[in-house]
């Protein structure tokens, strides 16, 4: 669809039904495999907002009184519908972002299927601490209830799986949502919204499409009581900033520039193989994404070699090429920054693969190494957030964890080495929120993803992520009456 008139119109979903924004104004969405116009999305505004925070209000008392056993079948339900419908999220996940069909429907849809299976089972598990008398004719007991309403806003790098980390364990504990989605990818959300509310009571799960300004809104509204986004440094900020007013919880999931700690007995080939894929998969666009190699001086050259080699090997492409990684960067812009990294390299820095924009339709770009540079280069202290990989040499252990420290960002890292030993000591002492040996980026539903410094605070999936939506009350009974 190349024309406005033709492209498909997506709505809010608020109180059970689909709408369009009170004034009616839209925005285009563009499919960048393509960088053509496809569909248009409310701009939502805000007597948008009022209305969604109003039905997401309304429907909390009900919600929140419900029985874990009630919550948990209704999130069964959810994943028993995406897998039903899995091509019809794939489809649609695919036009937002350009991602590769088969690998969306392999890495995506059993991964989020899963999560909400996890969170239905943490919903049954909201118990507070064992009763007992800490002072004499008294008993205390602690209950973990749900916190209200969650303004919740979504990137636009992972639409659907980033989705179902708000949604489900908010949901699953009690709480209600109101989910805006990136401004460049609603309509996977738009979707989900129309599975979730056929299970859900209308007001419980709530979308509503627009921009930055939209989103501050949200935050600003006096009905949420928790703010929740996953995006750049700079909006966390501004969520912080703006929830801080009247002291909203906050969970804040930003950026990372994820160091990668090759040692001399690594498995130099496996090592280069495995940091490819963890590096260039859905273009960089990941906030754990391998992107910065630190290599021992003795393999640097060797390493360097086999990673270049590998980027020459990656293909990227449309979605329906079966043999590409990945596809395009997400917006106009983002391949603007991309490209932008590259233009300003430093003399000293090389260009080892890559380094340019691939083809003149789309925003597709090519996997990228870069060697020669030091710890104060621009591409090295800042988050590039597509298929550009750095490598830098050290010299020793302590070289290498100060290098890796040595940025604002603190999500997530890995070590590639044989010695155990080694390894623990820097498990320990990066200053990551993950830690990845021998292997970089795989997710469980068990464990906790999140970061620290300027990658935010709060976890997503696991029961840390579940804890993050409930708040705790102590209760203390009179023995005597």
């Known amino acids: 669809m190349t024309e406005l008139g ?76 995406f897998e039903e419908r899995a091509e019809e999220l794939i489809a649609a996940e695919s036009e937002n972002t350009g991602k590769p069909l088969g690998l969306t429907r392999s890495e995506e849809i059993p991964p989020m299927v899963d999560q909400i299976r996890f969170f239905a089972g943490a919903a049954r598990m909201l118990e507070g601490r064992s009763a007992g008398e800490y002072m004499e004719g008294l008993t205390s007991f602690v209950r973990r209830e749900p916190i209200g309403v969650c303004a919740q806003v979504a990137p636009w790098n992972y639409p659907m799986m980033m989705g179902v980390w708000k949604f489900a364990p908010a949901l699953a504990a009690g709480n209600t949502v109101v989910l805006k989605p990136s401004d460049t990818t609603p309509e996977s959300t738009v979707l989900m919204a129309e599975i979730i509310g056929s299970i859900v009571p209308k007001g419980v799960f709530n979308v509503i499409c627009g921009d930055r300004d939209t989103g501050r809104a949200m935050v600003e509204h006096p ?5 929740s986004i996953t995006g750049s440094v700079r909006a966390g900020m501004q969520v912080a900033e703006s929830a801080a007013k009247d002291l909203k919880r906050v969970h804040l999931e930003l950026g990372g520039k994820a160091p990668v700690l090759v040692f001399e007995d690594a498995d130099i080939a496996a090592a280069a193989a495995g940091i490819s894929e963890a590096g260039f998969f859905n273009a960089g666009q990941d906030c754990t994404a391998a992107t910065r190699v630190l290599v021992h001086e003795s393999v640097h050259d060797g390493f360097v070699t086999a990673l270049a080699k590998a980027a020459a090997d990656t293909k990227t492409g449309q979605p329906d090429d079966e ?33 340019h924009r691939v083809g003149d339709k789309g925003y597709f770009y090519a996997p990228t190494v870069v060697s020669g540079l030091k710890q104060d280069d621009e591409i090295i202290q800042n988050e590039v957030f597509g298929p550009v990989i750095t490598v830098q040499s050290f010299t020793d252990e302590d070289q290498a964890l100060a ?26 002492h990066l200053d990551f929120g993950c830690v990845w040996i021998n292997t970089h980026i795989p997710l469980v539903a068990e464990m906790p993803h999140g970061g620290f410094k300027k990658s935010g605070y709060g976890k997503d999936l696991s029961a840390y992520g579940f804890d993050d939506y409930t708040r705790v009350k102590h209760v203390m009974t009179s023995l005597e009456s």
């Open 223 to 227: 009905t949420p009581a928790m703010a």
């Open 403 to 428: 290098y890796a420290n040595g940025v604002e960002y603190a999500l997530a890292s890995s070590v590639w080495t044989k010695d155990h030993g080694r390894a623990m000591r820097l498990s320990r």
């Open 6 to 81: 033709q492209a498909r119109k997506l709505r809010n979903y608020i109180a059970g039904e689909f709408k369009d924004a009170a004034d009616a104004r839209t925005t285009e969405i563009i499919n960048p495999a393509t960088g053509e116009v496809y569909a248009t999305a409310p701009l939502s505004g805000q007597a948008d907002v009022d209305a969604a925070m109003e039905a997401a209000a309304a429907a909390f008392p009900a919600w929140r009184d419900t029985t874990p056993a009630e919550r948990q079948r209704a999130l069964l339900k959810i994943a028993d519908a």
């Open 323 to 355: 043999d590409v990684l990945y596809g395009p960067l997400n917006n106009a812009d983002q391949l603007a920054k991309v490209s932008g990294f590259i233009d300003r390299l430093p003399a000293h820095a090389k260009v080892e693969a890559g380094g």
